[in-house]
């Protein structure tokens, strides 16, 4: 039980410091951001350019 609690502190904290760091911020939007175009254009893929 100790053991997931501390991994959750450990996430909490992980994220907390991803959100309130300008710097990781900034560059998580980027990623989120290209990962979001990504799946839009597999999705485009998908419906728009098979085969017929």
């Given at each position: 039980m100790a053991d997931s609690v501390v991994s959750i502190q450990y996430l909490k904290d992980?994220?907390?410091s991803q959100l309130y760091d300008e710097e990781k911020w900034a560059f998580n939007v980027i990623g989120l951001t290209a990962?979001?175009?990504n799946q839009i254009a597999r999705?485009?893929?998908l419906f728009f350019c098979r085969d017929r």
């Amino acid at each position: 039980m100790a053991d997931s609690v501390v991994s959750i502190q450990y996430l909490k904290d992980f994220v907390n410091s991803q959100l309130y760091d300008e710097e990781k911020w900034a560059f998580n939007v980027i990623g989120l951001t290209a990962m979001s175009t990504n799946q839009i254009a597999r999705v485009c893929a998908l419906f728009f350019c098979r085969d017929r």
